[in-house]
Protein backbone atom coordinates (compact mmCIF):
# COMPACT_ATOMS: atom_id res chain seq x y z
CA UNK A 1 0.00 0.00 0.00
CA UNK A 2 1.42 3.05 -1.17
CA UNK A 3 1.20 6.32 0.70
CA UNK A 4 -1.39 8.27 -0.57
CA UNK A 5 -3.51 4.67 -0.59
CA UNK A 6 -3.14 4.56 3.05
CA UNK A 7 -4.04 8.00 4.03
CA UNK A 8 -7.19 7.16 1.79
CA UNK A 9 -7.58 3.96 4.00
CA UNK A 10 -6.33 4.62 7.41
CA UNK A 11 -5.93 1.73 9.36
CA UNK A 12 -6.24 -0.65 6.69
CA UNK A 13 -2.13 -0.97 6.30
CA UNK A 14 0.09 -3.73 7.63
CA UNK A 15 -0.84 -3.98 10.73
CA UNK A 16 2.66 -6.38 10.86
CA UNK A 17 4.81 -3.42 10.49
CA UNK A 18 3.41 -0.03 10.24
CA UNK A 19 6.59 2.05 11.04
CA UNK A 20 7.92 2.30 7.44
CA UNK A 21 3.95 4.09 6.44
CA UNK A 22 4.78 6.06 9.82
CA UNK A 23 7.86 7.17 9.19
CA UNK A 24 7.14 8.39 5.33
CA UNK A 25 3.42 10.23 6.39
CA UNK A 26 5.77 11.81 8.97
CA UNK A 27 7.82 13.15 6.40
CA UNK A 28 5.18 14.71 4.35
CA UNK A 29 3.90 16.57 7.35
CA UNK A 30 3.14 16.03 11.09
CA UNK A 31 -1.11 16.29 10.38
CA UNK A 32 -3.11 14.71 7.69
CA UNK A 33 -6.45 14.99 6.18
CA UNK A 34 -7.28 11.07 6.28
CA UNK A 35 -10.51 8.70 5.50
CA UNK A 36 -10.40 6.17 7.91
CA UNK A 37 -10.62 2.46 7.00
CA UNK A 38 -14.16 2.59 8.28
CA UNK A 39 -15.31 5.44 6.00
CA UNK A 40 -14.96 8.09 8.58
CA UNK A 41 -13.16 11.59 7.39
CA UNK A 42 -10.54 12.56 9.90
CA UNK A 43 -7.59 14.51 10.80
CA UNK A 44 -4.19 12.39 11.77
CA UNK A 45 -1.60 14.26 13.42
CA UNK A 46 1.82 12.31 13.78
CA UNK A 47 4.14 14.64 14.62
CA UNK A 48 5.59 14.03 18.43
CA UNK A 49 5.12 17.99 19.42
CA UNK A 50 2.18 18.20 17.69
CA UNK A 51 0.77 15.22 19.61
CA UNK A 52 1.19 16.21 22.87
CA UNK A 53 -0.61 19.40 21.95
CA UNK A 54 -3.34 17.70 20.67
CA UNK A 55 -4.21 15.44 23.57
CA UNK A 56 -3.70 18.31 25.88
CA UNK A 57 -5.94 21.01 24.02
CA UNK A 58 -9.62 21.26 25.48
CA UNK A 59 -11.02 22.25 21.89
CA UNK A 60 -10.67 18.23 20.70
CA UNK A 61 -13.06 16.72 22.59
CA UNK A 62 -13.98 13.17 24.12
CA UNK A 63 -17.52 13.35 24.71
CA UNK A 64 -19.06 10.36 22.56
CA UNK A 65 -22.73 11.16 23.38
CA UNK A 66 -22.27 14.68 22.43
CA UNK A 67 -21.12 13.45 18.84
CA UNK A 68 -23.11 10.96 18.32
CA UNK A 69 -26.27 13.71 18.94
CA UNK A 70 -24.70 15.48 16.19
CA UNK A 71 -25.70 13.71 13.68
CA UNK A 72 -22.80 14.14 11.74
CA UNK A 73 -21.60 10.32 11.68
CA UNK A 74 -18.16 11.87 12.59
CA UNK A 75 -18.22 8.26 15.31
CA UNK A 76 -19.76 5.43 15.12
CA UNK A 77 -21.73 3.88 18.22
CA UNK A 78 -19.16 0.73 18.86
CA UNK A 79 -19.22 -2.11 20.89
CA UNK A 80 -20.83 -2.38 23.75
CA UNK A 81 -22.85 0.92 22.91
CA UNK A 82 -23.02 4.47 24.24
CA UNK A 83 -24.54 2.91 27.37
CA UNK A 84 -21.22 1.53 28.44
CA UNK A 85 -19.33 4.69 27.33
CA UNK A 86 -19.80 7.29 30.57
CA UNK A 87 -16.21 6.95 31.02
CA UNK A 88 -12.99 9.03 31.87
CA UNK A 89 -12.39 8.24 27.88
CA UNK A 90 -15.23 9.80 26.72
CA UNK A 91 -15.89 12.56 28.42
CA UNK A 92 -14.86 16.26 29.08
CA UNK A 93 -13.76 18.95 32.28
CA UNK A 94 -16.12 19.12 34.44
CA UNK A 95 -17.39 15.50 34.08
CA UNK A 96 -13.99 14.19 33.23
CA UNK A 97 -12.94 16.08 36.35
CA UNK A 98 -15.44 14.84 38.60
CA UNK A 99 -14.88 10.98 36.99
CA UNK A 100 -11.40 11.30 37.17
CA UNK A 101 -11.51 11.94 41.37
CA UNK A 102 -14.09 9.01 42.24
CA UNK A 103 -11.98 6.07 40.49
CA UNK A 104 -8.54 7.76 42.06
CA UNK A 105 -10.27 7.37 45.27
CA UNK A 106 -10.53 3.80 44.56
CA UNK A 107 -7.69 3.37 42.13
CA UNK A 108 -5.15 4.91 44.91
CA UNK A 109 -1.60 4.45 43.99
CA UNK A 110 -1.49 2.52 47.66
CA UNK A 111 -3.77 -0.42 45.72
CA UNK A 112 -1.70 -0.52 43.12
CA UNK A 113 1.26 -1.17 44.95
CA UNK A 114 0.32 -3.62 47.39
CA UNK A 115 -0.76 -6.13 44.09
CA UNK A 116 2.90 -5.93 43.41
CA UNK A 117 3.13 -9.58 45.07
CA UNK A 118 -0.15 -10.58 43.97
CA UNK A 119 0.81 -9.80 40.32
CA UNK A 120 4.72 -11.77 41.46
CA UNK A 121 2.81 -14.98 42.16
CA UNK A 122 0.26 -15.10 39.45
CA UNK A 123 3.91 -14.51 36.80
CA UNK A 124 5.34 -17.60 38.62
CA UNK A 125 2.44 -19.57 38.70
CA UNK A 126 2.04 -19.21 34.46
CA UNK A 127 5.56 -19.77 34.52
CA UNK A 128 5.65 -22.65 36.32
CA UNK A 129 2.86 -24.25 33.84
CA UNK A 130 5.25 -22.88 31.18
CA UNK A 131 8.36 -25.16 32.75
CA UNK A 132 5.72 -28.32 33.42
CA UNK A 133 5.49 -28.47 29.49
CA UNK A 134 9.17 -28.83 28.90
CA UNK A 135 11.56 -27.05 27.15
CA UNK A 136 11.19 -28.12 24.06
CA UNK A 137 7.56 -27.79 23.99
CA UNK A 138 6.21 -25.05 21.21
CA UNK A 139 4.19 -22.13 23.42
CA UNK A 140 1.56 -19.51 22.19
CA UNK A 141 3.01 -17.18 25.00
CA UNK A 142 0.05 -14.87 24.33
CA UNK A 143 -2.23 -17.61 25.47
CA UNK A 144 0.10 -19.31 28.00
CA UNK A 145 1.28 -15.62 29.73
CA UNK A 146 1.12 -12.23 28.24
CA UNK A 147 -3.02 -12.15 28.34
CA UNK A 148 -3.37 -14.35 31.22
CA UNK A 149 -1.24 -12.38 33.46
CA UNK A 150 -3.22 -8.81 33.64
CA UNK A 151 -5.96 -10.56 32.78
CA UNK A 152 -5.89 -12.28 35.89
CA UNK A 153 -4.74 -9.12 37.88
CA UNK A 154 -7.44 -6.75 36.80
CA UNK A 155 -9.87 -9.26 37.74
CA UNK A 156 -8.65 -9.84 41.05
CA UNK A 157 -8.53 -5.88 41.54
CA UNK A 158 -12.11 -5.45 40.31
CA UNK A 159 -13.43 -8.42 42.53
CA UNK A 160 -14.64 -10.67 39.87
CA UNK A 161 -15.24 -14.36 40.64
CA UNK A 162 -13.04 -17.34 39.69
CA UNK A 163 -15.88 -19.17 37.80
CA UNK A 164 -16.95 -16.22 36.19
CA UNK A 165 -13.41 -15.27 34.65
CA UNK A 166 -13.27 -17.83 31.88
CA UNK A 167 -16.36 -16.58 30.37
CA UNK A 168 -15.54 -13.28 30.69
CA UNK A 169 -12.06 -13.48 28.98
CA UNK A 170 -13.83 -15.26 26.18
CA UNK A 171 -16.58 -12.76 25.62
CA UNK A 172 -13.63 -9.91 25.64
CA UNK A 173 -11.68 -11.55 23.55
CA UNK A 174 -14.61 -12.15 20.92
CA UNK A 175 -15.28 -8.29 21.53
CA UNK A 176 -12.11 -6.97 20.34
CA UNK A 177 -11.72 -8.71 17.37
CA UNK A 178 -12.12 -6.36 13.92
CA UNK A 179 -15.44 -7.27 12.17
CA UNK A 180 -15.67 -6.55 8.44
CA UNK A 181 -18.89 -8.45 7.28
CA UNK A 182 -22.74 -8.77 9.52
CA UNK A 183 -21.76 -11.89 10.28
CA UNK A 184 -18.45 -11.37 11.90
CA UNK A 185 -20.27 -8.34 13.91
CA UNK A 186 -23.03 -10.53 15.23
CA UNK A 187 -20.78 -12.91 16.69
CA UNK A 188 -19.15 -9.65 18.58
CA UNK A 189 -22.31 -8.29 19.22
CA UNK A 190 -23.49 -11.39 21.32
CA UNK A 191 -20.41 -11.57 22.73
CA UNK A 192 -20.66 -7.42 23.98
CA UNK A 193 -24.29 -8.30 25.42
CA UNK A 194 -22.55 -11.50 27.50
CA UNK A 195 -19.90 -9.32 29.00
CA UNK A 196 -22.34 -6.14 29.19
CA UNK A 197 -24.65 -9.03 31.54
CA UNK A 198 -21.99 -10.56 33.49
CA UNK A 199 -20.94 -6.71 34.46
CA UNK A 200 -24.30 -5.99 35.72
CA UNK A 201 -24.26 -8.98 37.36
CA UNK A 202 -21.17 -8.61 39.51
CA UNK A 203 -21.96 -4.91 40.28
CA UNK A 204 -25.24 -6.26 41.89
CA UNK A 205 -23.62 -9.00 43.66
CA UNK A 206 -21.22 -5.83 44.86
CA UNK A 207 -23.94 -4.05 45.90
CA UNK A 208 -25.73 -6.44 47.94
CA UNK A 209 -22.28 -7.58 49.49
CA UNK A 210 -18.96 -5.34 49.15
CA UNK A 211 -15.68 -6.73 49.34
CA UNK A 212 -12.02 -5.28 49.36
CA UNK A 213 -11.81 -5.01 45.89
CA UNK A 214 -12.22 -1.96 43.48
CA UNK A 215 -15.68 -2.53 42.58
CA UNK A 216 -16.72 -2.32 45.89
CA UNK A 217 -14.57 0.74 46.24
CA UNK A 218 -16.21 2.35 42.96
CA UNK A 219 -19.46 2.04 44.38
CA UNK A 220 -18.77 3.69 47.83
CA UNK A 221 -16.21 6.38 46.55
CA UNK A 222 -17.70 9.66 46.81
CA UNK A 223 -16.75 13.17 46.06
CA UNK A 224 -18.73 15.41 48.51
CA UNK A 225 -22.11 14.77 47.98
CA UNK A 226 -21.20 12.98 44.56
CA UNK A 227 -21.28 9.15 43.42
CA UNK A 228 -20.63 7.48 40.24
CA UNK A 229 -24.23 6.50 38.70
CA UNK A 230 -24.99 2.96 37.50
CA UNK A 231 -24.04 3.94 33.64
CA UNK A 232 -20.81 5.85 35.27
CA UNK A 233 -20.09 2.73 36.93
CA UNK A 234 -20.73 0.20 34.78
CA UNK A 235 -18.82 2.15 32.06
CA UNK A 236 -15.84 2.37 34.15
CA UNK A 237 -15.48 -0.87 34.95
CA UNK A 238 -15.40 -2.21 30.98
CA UNK A 239 -12.99 0.07 30.66
CA UNK A 240 -10.97 -0.54 33.47
CA UNK A 241 -11.02 -4.43 32.54
CA UNK A 242 -10.55 -3.76 28.84
CA UNK A 243 -7.31 -1.02 29.34
CA UNK A 244 -6.22 -2.96 32.15
CA UNK A 245 -5.36 -6.52 30.34
CA UNK A 246 -5.84 -6.06 27.03
CA UNK A 247 -2.89 -3.24 26.27
CA UNK A 248 -0.50 -4.73 29.10
CA UNK A 249 -1.00 -7.94 27.45
CA UNK A 250 0.26 -6.36 23.91
CA UNK A 251 2.85 -4.69 25.68
CA UNK A 252 4.36 -8.14 26.85
CA UNK A 253 4.15 -9.35 23.55
CA UNK A 254 5.10 -7.17 21.52
CA UNK A 255 8.14 -6.29 24.19
CA UNK A 256 9.25 -10.21 24.01
CA UNK A 257 9.61 -9.71 20.14
CA UNK A 258 11.44 -6.93 20.32
CA UNK A 259 13.91 -7.91 22.82
CA UNK A 260 14.24 -11.43 21.02
CA UNK A 261 15.23 -9.44 17.72
CA UNK A 262 18.11 -7.56 19.64
CA UNK A 263 19.85 -10.35 21.44
CA UNK A 264 22.64 -8.47 22.34
CA UNK A 265 20.47 -5.59 24.36
CA UNK A 266 18.66 -8.81 25.78
CA UNK A 267 22.03 -10.23 27.13
CA UNK A 268 22.63 -7.01 28.60
CA UNK A 269 19.65 -6.43 29.95
CA UNK A 270 19.69 -10.05 31.55
CA UNK A 271 22.90 -9.56 33.24
CA UNK A 272 21.92 -6.22 34.59
CA UNK A 273 18.30 -6.74 35.69
CA UNK A 274 18.06 -3.16 37.47
CA UNK A 275 17.93 -1.50 33.92
CA UNK A 276 14.33 -3.54 33.47
CA UNK A 277 12.29 -0.32 34.36
CA UNK A 278 13.80 2.19 31.87
CA UNK A 279 13.94 -0.82 29.33
CA UNK A 280 10.08 -1.28 29.58
CA UNK A 281 10.34 2.18 29.02
CA UNK A 282 12.28 2.20 25.67
CA UNK A 283 9.64 -0.50 24.70
CA UNK A 284 6.92 0.84 25.09
CA UNK A 285 8.27 4.05 22.91
CA UNK A 286 9.18 1.29 20.62
CA UNK A 287 6.01 -0.93 20.00
CA UNK A 288 3.16 0.99 21.58
CA UNK A 289 0.63 -1.30 22.62
CA UNK A 290 -1.75 1.55 21.87
CA UNK A 291 -0.97 2.79 18.39
CA UNK A 292 -3.35 5.53 18.16
CA UNK A 293 -5.57 7.14 20.59
CA UNK A 294 -8.86 7.29 21.31
CA UNK A 295 -11.77 8.78 20.04
CA UNK A 296 -11.73 12.89 19.55
CA UNK A 297 -13.34 15.75 17.62
CA UNK A 298 -12.54 19.14 17.11
CA UNK A 299 -15.57 21.54 18.58
CA UNK A 300 -14.02 24.39 17.01
CA UNK A 301 -11.40 25.20 14.50
CA UNK A 302 -7.81 23.69 15.87
CA UNK A 303 -4.39 24.71 14.40
CA UNK A 304 -1.89 21.75 14.99
CA UNK A 305 1.30 22.31 12.68
CA UNK A 306 0.78 23.69 9.50
CA UNK A 307 -2.87 22.31 9.44
CA UNK A 308 -6.72 24.04 10.39
CA UNK A 309 -8.90 21.05 11.60
CA UNK A 310 -11.96 22.05 10.80
CA UNK A 311 -14.77 22.34 13.89
CA UNK A 312 -16.58 19.03 13.57
CA UNK A 313 -13.80 17.10 12.56
CA UNK A 314 -12.54 13.18 14.09
CA UNK A 315 -8.95 13.81 14.99
CA UNK A 316 -6.86 10.83 15.36
CA UNK A 317 -3.28 10.82 17.12
CA UNK A 318 -0.82 8.28 15.81
CA UNK A 319 1.14 7.65 19.16
CA UNK A 320 3.06 4.78 17.58
CA UNK A 321 4.20 7.56 14.92
CA UNK A 322 5.02 10.73 17.39
CA UNK A 323 6.80 7.85 19.52
CA UNK A 324 9.33 7.93 16.43
CA UNK A 325 9.88 11.42 15.39
CA UNK A 326 13.34 12.14 14.93
CA UNK A 327 12.78 15.50 15.62
CA UNK A 328 12.69 13.98 19.47
CA UNK A 329 14.45 11.12 19.20
CA UNK A 330 17.81 10.09 18.31
CA UNK A 331 18.03 6.91 15.81
CA UNK A 332 14.07 6.70 16.69
CA UNK A 333 13.21 3.80 14.83
CA UNK A 334 16.18 1.75 16.17
CA UNK A 335 15.67 0.13 19.90
CA UNK A 336 18.01 1.32 22.97
CA UNK A 337 17.19 -0.20 25.85
CA UNK A 338 20.02 2.45 27.71
CA UNK A 339 17.67 5.49 25.61
CA UNK A 340 17.67 8.22 28.22
CA UNK A 341 14.21 9.62 29.70
CA UNK A 342 11.80 9.82 25.98
CA UNK A 343 8.78 11.29 27.58
CA UNK A 344 7.01 8.92 25.25
CA UNK A 345 3.38 9.11 24.55
CA UNK A 346 2.34 5.42 24.96
CA UNK A 347 0.32 6.51 28.05
CA UNK A 348 -1.08 9.55 26.27
CA UNK A 349 -0.72 12.79 27.85
CA UNK A 350 -2.42 15.80 29.44
CA UNK A 351 -5.76 15.05 31.68
CA UNK A 352 -6.30 11.50 30.07
CA UNK A 353 -3.03 10.30 30.56
CA UNK A 354 -3.30 6.51 31.64
CA UNK A 355 -4.77 6.38 35.08
CA UNK A 356 -3.67 2.62 35.31
CA UNK A 357 -0.23 3.35 33.49
CA UNK A 358 2.02 2.86 37.16
CA UNK A 359 0.15 -0.98 37.12
CA UNK A 360 1.02 -1.38 33.81
CA UNK A 361 4.63 -0.91 34.65
CA UNK A 362 4.72 -2.82 37.79
CA UNK A 363 3.26 -5.55 35.60
CA UNK A 364 5.39 -5.40 32.52
CA UNK A 365 8.40 -5.05 34.41
CA UNK A 366 7.71 -8.23 36.65
CA UNK A 367 6.59 -10.22 33.48
CA UNK A 368 9.02 -9.43 31.44
CA UNK A 369 12.15 -9.59 34.32
CA UNK A 370 10.54 -12.78 35.69
CA UNK A 371 10.60 -14.63 31.97
CA UNK A 372 13.75 -13.72 31.03
CA UNK A 373 15.12 -14.83 34.43
CA UNK A 374 13.44 -18.19 34.12
CA UNK A 375 13.98 -18.75 30.74
CA UNK A 376 17.15 -17.58 29.39
CA UNK A 377 17.12 -19.79 25.58
CA UNK A 378 13.58 -19.02 25.35
CA UNK A 379 13.21 -18.34 21.58
CA UNK A 380 10.47 -17.93 18.55
CA UNK A 381 9.34 -21.03 17.80
CA UNK A 382 8.52 -19.43 13.97
CA UNK A 383 10.62 -17.05 11.60
CA UNK A 384 9.49 -13.49 12.60
CA UNK A 385 8.25 -12.28 9.36
CA UNK A 386 5.55 -14.83 10.48
CA UNK A 387 4.40 -13.60 13.33
CA UNK A 388 0.99 -11.26 13.03
CA UNK A 389 -0.41 -8.37 14.90
CA UNK A 390 -4.11 -9.22 14.38
CA UNK A 391 -5.42 -8.19 17.84
CA UNK A 392 -7.55 -5.32 18.42
CA UNK A 393 -9.39 -3.16 16.69
CA UNK A 394 -7.20 -1.90 13.68
CA UNK A 395 -6.31 1.66 15.03
CA UNK A 396 -6.64 2.08 19.10
CA UNK A 397 -5.38 -1.75 19.98
CA UNK A 398 -2.18 -3.68 18.53
CA UNK A 399 -1.02 -6.78 19.85
CA UNK A 400 0.07 -10.13 18.76
CA UNK A 401 -2.74 -12.85 17.33
CA UNK A 402 -0.52 -15.52 18.80
CA UNK A 403 3.64 -15.48 19.84
CA UNK A 404 4.94 -19.24 19.48
CA UNK A 405 8.33 -19.26 21.33
CA UNK A 406 10.18 -22.41 22.65
CA UNK A 407 11.16 -22.00 26.16
CA UNK A 408 14.12 -23.99 26.74
CA UNK A 409 15.18 -25.16 29.99
CA UNK A 410 13.58 -23.55 32.79
CA UNK A 411 15.48 -22.13 36.29
CA UNK A 412 13.82 -22.27 39.36
CA UNK A 413 11.84 -19.87 41.31
CA UNK A 414 14.09 -17.31 43.03
Not at 15 to 27: K, Q, T, Y
Request: charged share 20%; with cysteine.
Amino acid sequence: MTTTEALGAWGAYDRDNPFPLFAAVRELGAVHAVTLADGHDAWLVVGYEEARIALNDPRLSKDMHAALATGTGVVAEGLPGPSFARHMLTVDPPDHSRLRRLVSAAFTPRRVEELRPSVQSIVDDLLDAMAAAGPDARIDLVRAFAFPLPFTVICELLGVPDPDRADLGRGLTALLVPTSTPAEYARAKQASDAVVAMLEALVDAKQASPGDDLVSGLISARDGDERLSTQELLSTIFQLIVAGHDTTASLIGNGVVALLQHPEQLDDLRSDPTRLAVAVEELLRYDAPVPHSTFRYAVAPVDIGDATIPAGSQVIICLAAANRDSGQYADPEALDLDRAESRHLAFGHGIHHCLGAPLARIEGQLALGSLLRRFPALRLAVPADQLHWGHGDGLVLRGLSELPVIPGPARTRT
